[in-house]
């Protein structure tokens, strides 16, 4: 694709909804009811293309014109109507490459499946299949911080000690590995025990 253009700009027309159209309009006529035109930057796709974030997303180059191929031919712009990408989509996956996952962490649930669903129709995006299989196993991660005593320590990640007040100054001596949980109970009116753990 020819980018020398002087701002890189090109105005595409992006899904809206159908049940807005009245004339059933097809892929050479637009309607302004189920059709939205925005400018999208093809210096800023280009970089994208080039860099680890979608140098091996193949087909979404091939679909912007960026490698050559007889997958498409017909016309050198991506046309996001045909494809049912409306604007917001298409803004979120470029938030998405820009951040990574810390967009992802911000994201409600609707909107992953709605980013999964764009990426797919780009023909997959390796980038957030690794940024998103990386935000699932944070997702699983257990919090280590809120394990506060024994019972609760389900999958029994820490080694466990109970000490009593009075043996608070020895312990702290002999056990520099364990760190104070949070949690402490009083067993009676005036003895109190104090939860301490380490990683297994």
Do not use: A
């Amino acid at each position: 694709m020819d980018l020398e253009y002087e701002n890189g700009l090109r105005l595409c027309s992006f899904f809206k909804n159908y049940f807005n159209c009245t004339d059933k309009c097809n892929t050479k006529k637009y309607c302004s009811n189920c059709c939205d035109f925005y400018y999208i930057n093809l210096k800023q796709i280009k970089k994208l293309c080039d860099s680890e974030k979608l140098k091996d997303s193949h087909c979404f180059q091939l679909l912007f014109g960026f490698k050559k191929g007889s997958f498409k031919s017909e016309d050198k712009l991506f046309n996001f109507r045909n494809y049912h990408i409306t604007y917001n989509q298409w803004s979120t996956l470029l938030s998405f490459l820009e951040n990574g996952i810390k967009y992802l962490k911000i994201l409600p649930n609707e909107k992953i499946l709605q980013l999964t669903e764009t990426c797919n129709k780009f023909g997959g995006i390796i980038y957030f299949d690794k940024q998103f299989k990386l935000y699932l196993n944070e997702l699983n991660k257990p919090n280590l911080n809120k394990i506060k005593k024994p019972d609760e320590d389900i999958n029994n990640i820490y080694k466990w000690k109970i000490v009593l007040d009075h043996d608070l100054t020895n312990f702290y001596k002999n056990f520099t590995d364990y760190n104070y949980s949070g949690h402490s109970e009083k067993i009676t009116s005036i003895t109190t025990v104090f939860y301490f753990k380490k990683l297994v």
